[in-house]
């Protein structure tokens, strides 16, 4: 047996040292090859990059302004009193979704205390935080902070923006009853 098995990983070795030596080969020509003829739309690609990252960062700012977060919420109606039926559907949703990392009150567990999240930011940003955090969390600088401070990503929940709208009336009505 253990004559065998060195026969075989001996013959692996050297089935194997030939491709890697040729694609080596390949490569190093490939990359000669590559350098020669394509100087000049290298040059190209480099001098339009500051451009495009310029543009991005002006947009993050613009989006950024409007404290409304990124995502597919662009306004939200929401009226002086709270909804009672819709709040408690918002409940459920949360006990089954949010409450593993997210207390009512202002203390913290995985994610930050939500008391008066409904008062600091705007309903639209609770909402594109519930629906899209990865996004958030990159590119909006409210939610860049928060994951700084928590170093936790949110996770994405999954959750449409029917019950999104829910579970942001059950925080409204959360932070109307402190
Ligand atoms: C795995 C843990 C986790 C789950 C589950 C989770 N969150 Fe979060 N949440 C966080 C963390 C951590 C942050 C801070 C931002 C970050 O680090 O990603 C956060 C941030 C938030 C914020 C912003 C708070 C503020 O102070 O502005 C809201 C609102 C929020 N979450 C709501 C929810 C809701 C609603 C759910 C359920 C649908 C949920 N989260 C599910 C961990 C979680």
Not at 2 to 14: A, D, M, P, R, T
Not at 99 to 120: F, I, R
Request: net charge negative; aromatic share 2%; proline share 4%.
């Amino acid at each position: 047996m253990k004559n065998k098995s060195i026969k075989v990983s001996s013959i692996l070795k050297s089935r194997w040292a030939k491709p890697a030596k040729l694609s080596a080969m390949t490569l190093l020509c490939g990359t000669i090859l590559f350098s020669c003829s394509s100087g000049e739309t290298e040059t190209a690609a480099v001098s339009e990059e500051p451009g495009l990252a310029h543009e991005s960062t002006t947009t993050e700012v613009a989006v950024a302004d409007d404290g409304k977060g990124i995502g597919p919420v662009k306004t939200v109606e929401v009226g002086p009193g709270i909804e009672e039926a819709l709040a408690a559907e918002g409940q459920t949703l949360f006990e089954g979704k949010c409450s593993a990392c997210h207390q009512l009150s202002d203390q913290k567990v995985v994610g930050p205390g939500l008391a008066g999240v409904t008062e600091n930011r705007k309903p639209e940003w609770v909402m594109n935080m519930i629906i899209n955090p990865e996004e958030m969390t990159k590119k909006d600088p409210i939610a860049k902070k928060l994951l700084a401070e928590h170093l936790t990503q949110m996770t994405n929940q999954n959750v449409n923006e029917q019950d999104a709208r829910a579970i942001l009336e059950f925080l409204r009505q959360n932070d109307q009853s402190i």
